[in-house]
């Protein structure tokens, strides 16, 4: 097959240490530019950067403890916590509020809860 800088080649297997290129890198699977195919990584995915966005509906994670915050060294500062997008309806959350040391529901209810033994 032609080979060169302008070619479009396809290759059986690419072994490699490094991937430069653009300031954007697309992997396109199925290579028809409809986000469709599939992409495996075998071993540890590390990613570094200041933003990781996903754009996906379910999120299957292994680990029993998600750590939010987790690049905090110094005293606690920052608030944190899970927001719930609603759609046209208000969000509503549950977070850690450093200033209070208390869980903030943002004036929701809790129902069902248990405490201590008791009911509240």
Same mark, same amino acid.
């Given at each position: ?49 200041? @933003?990781?966005?996903?754009? &996906?509906?379910?999120? #299957?994670?292994? !680990?029993?403890?998600?750590? +939010? %915050?987790?690049? $905090? ?8 916590g899970?927001?719930i997008?609603?759609? @046209?309806?208000?969000?509503? &959350?549950?977070?850690? #509020?450093?200033? !209070?040391?208390?869980?903030? +529901? %943002?004036?929701e $209810?809790l ?10």
């Amino acid at each position: 097959q032609e080979v060169e800088t302008t070619s479009d080649v396809e290759f059986n297997k690419v072994t490699t240490d490094l991937i430069e290129g653009g300031s954007t890198i697309t992997i396109d699977p199925a290579g028809l530019g409809d986000n469709t195919g599939t992409v495996v990584i075998d071993g540890d995915l590390t990613v570094n950067g200041v @933003t990781t966005t996903v754009n &996906s509906n379910e999120v #299957n994670i292994g !680990d029993s403890i998600i750590v +939010l %915050n987790a690049d $905090e060294t110094g005293a606690a500062s920052q608030n944190g916590g899970i927001e719930i997008e609603r759609g @046209t309806d208000a969000n509503v &959350s549950f977070v850690w #509020n450093e200033t !209070d040391d208390k869980w903030d +529901l %943002n004036n929701e $209810e809790l129902h069902n809860l248990i405490l201590d033994g008791g009911a509240y």
